[in-house]
């Protein structure tokens, strides 16, 4: 990609709102991504170096909220406290920035979970991570959904959602047919329904070493219970190796402490265990998508063939997650 290029010439003309005449220098695209292309770019204006990121929506990713519904929740989020980025432009259906794009402000700091996990510069990061991520959290489950009625998804019943997409495969699975059945008898109590963020785990949390500075990738967002983020968070897919059964770090009972002394809906183990095992599903199913779009050729690609060998560690975590289906 070459300065004169036309696409960069149309992220000039998307910025002029913002910064007025920019130049846009640096342009290259980051690893991290599987729904959504990164790019990384500075631009330039009356003396001021901007360090901003591109999202655009990869053709044929599973689909999400669209980078215009996005904005609104993340502009929303930084008004109550929320670490969330700061948005530059949004918009839709661009003939070379793609249907769904979102430029935002970078952010410093460390999303790789390996590296905060073990690096020693991240002790101070992972000894706050309890308090920072449950205050986090919880802020956005006190979001106000009515802002967001229309442009967030809202499933009523995740359950029944992820049962619906486990069907429309073509591949059996039998552990899951077992895992949907046990989820079915042991349904936990209604509760309000909220903001969710929808992928609220490490990966998409960055670091510095005096903790979290951002929550990132907004666009599996949407409204309902939520014991979905918490569940998703305590998923034994997000510990990347750490010792702790809750991202790596911590154990359940501190983190649902933490999060209900920051105002979130109090939760205790043996309902986690249900949105856990339901959280670690729809991980699967997710898993099941992106391998389709690769085999039916929609979008040929070694990373999603990748992801789609992961449903066997699904499967796994499955059994690990709730005992009664080994019997």
């Known amino acids: 990609m070459t300065d004169d290029s036309e696409f960069v010439a149309e992220l000039r003309d998307l910025l002029i709102d913002a910064f007025g005449a920019t130049t846009v220098v640096d342009l290259h695209r980051l690893s991290a991504g599987a729904s959504r292309e990164t790019w990384s770019f500075d631009a330039k204006a009356d003396g001021i170096t901007h360090q901003l990121v591109l999202q655009r929506q990869r053709h044929g990713a599973v689909a999400g909220i669209n980078a215009v ?18 948005v530059i432009a949004a918009g839709l259906d661009h003939a ?24 020693p510069e991240f002790e101070g990061a992972r000894s706050r991570f309890v308090d920072d991520a449950a205050q986090q959290l919880a802020a956005i489950h006190r979001l106000d959904p009515t802002h967001h009625h229309g442009s967030l ?4 019943d995740e359950l029944e959602l992820q049962r619906t997409l486990h069907e ?7 552990v899951f047919d077992l895992v949907l059945r046990w989820l079915d008898l042991h349904r936990p109590v ?3 329904d909220t903001v969710l963020h929808g992928d609220f785990r490490m990966g998409n949390l960055l670091f510095d070493s005096n903790g979290i500075t951002a929550v990132l990738d907004w666009e599996l967002a949407g409204i309902g219970q939520p014991g979905l983020d918490l569940g998703w968070l305590a998923s034994r897919s997000w510990r990347f190796g750490g010792p702790g059964e809750l991202a790596g770090i911590a154990s359940v009972p501190e983190f649902l ?10 939760f ?38 990748t992801i789609g060998r992961r449903v066997a560690e699904v499967e796994y975590d499955l059994f690990m997650t709730v005992p009664e289906v080994r019997q």
């Open 96 to 119: 070379l920035l793609g249907s769904s794009f979102l430029v935002a402000r970078r952010v410093p700091g460390e999303s790789i979970p390996r590296r905060v996990l073990r690096d």
């Open 268 to 305: 205790d183990e043996h309902e986690l265990q249900w949105w856990r095992a339901l959280a670690t599903l729809r991980w699967g199913n997710i898993c099941r998508m992106m391998v389709e779009d690769h085999l039916s050729g929609r979008t040929r690609s070694v990373e999603l063939a």
């Open 257 to 266: 402490a933490a999060y209900g002394a920051a105002g979130g809906t109090p």
């Open 69 to 86: 519904a996005e904005a609104q929740l993340l502009r929303h989020a930084r008004a109550e406290g929320i670490a969330a980025p700061e």
């Open 153 to 156: 998804r809202h499933v009523a």
């Open 190 to 192: 209604h509760r309000p």
């Open 168 to 174: 429309s495969f073509a591949d059996p699975h039998p």
